[in-house]
């Protein structure tokens, strides 16, 4: 019986569990807690900002008559600025650590939550746009201050770095403060309906209340420029506006913060329960799997060559024996 000889593979089935679908840990919870981490630090960074108003406000014309080498007035500058700005980065990565849990979450209640945070990523998004333009047209306004001859400023530059910086930074509040107030529209305890609607116009509103003393207070700033009194420790912003932008931030800040504070009590208090919708597990079918191919293929071994006989060689008949032999084979015939 012949054998056929090759390369054989065999397969293998491959069963796995078949499960029932699991629930993951809802995101909103923790949404809520980063966010109100972001707002306590906030409000540290309006309560430095309200002692540097302060500051400015009392040391104003001494700001706008000294010279650049106020070195106790540029030391208090740059430590506001230090501190300030690490202060709003630690506030601004653990907010969108928080909102980044609350968009995931966004289906943990009603479709009308989950559309109010969707509209709540649109808004975020169009603050950052709004910052980077506004901030783009601000410097290009500051950098034409360094062309101005000494003791004669441009007037409309100053006023036109005021207009600018009011414009963007109320549209950037009115996207800020609706997007803080969306994803707990709904949740929050139904007695605080009014303070989010106050947080949210109070909060868009400070700019332009800012801004206003700014404007106020720009003709003297103008005309200590004007004396040749420039100082680098002067800005649009010193005094009066800063004071004002860190009292009503803090206001609208403590607002918000009570406000998460009661969604986080109510989710932890089983008032409100984040439910995720079910994940389906994956389910193993039986299939037939091929082992990995060797990247060579193996044949059998060759059969063992069996020995061969030589031939003898044929010997030619000689010339005499020949003729004699054709001879006989005729008388033969």
Known sequence: MKRKVGLQMQTYPMYGPVGAPFQKEPNSPRGVRWCIIAFAIYLGVLIAQIV????????LDSLASSSYYNYSAMIMVFAFTAITIILEILVLVFYLVGFGYLYGGRNEFSPNHARHVNVAMGLIIAAIVTTVVGSIITLALQFQTFFSYYGHPDSGIYYGIVGAGAVMNTLVAAFVATA???????????KYDRHLYIAAGLGTATPGIVSAFAFWQLPGIIDALSNGYSSSNLSTSTGWPTLMAGILGLVTFLIFLMIYLNVS?????????????????????????????PAYPMYPPYAPAQPVMPQQPVQP????????TQQGQQRAQ
Do not use: C
């Open 52 to 59: 540097y108003g302060v500051w400015g406000a009392v040391n």
């Open 180 to 190: 803080i107030v969306l994803p707990v529209h709904g949740l929050v305890d139904q």
């Open 265 to 293: 009590t109510r989710i932890r208090e089983g008032q409100l329960k984040p439910t995720r919708p079910p994940v389906s597990p994956v389910v193993w079918i039986p299939v037939q799997v091929v082992p990995m191919m």
């Open 317 to 324: 008949a000689e010339p005499g024996k020949q003729g004699s």
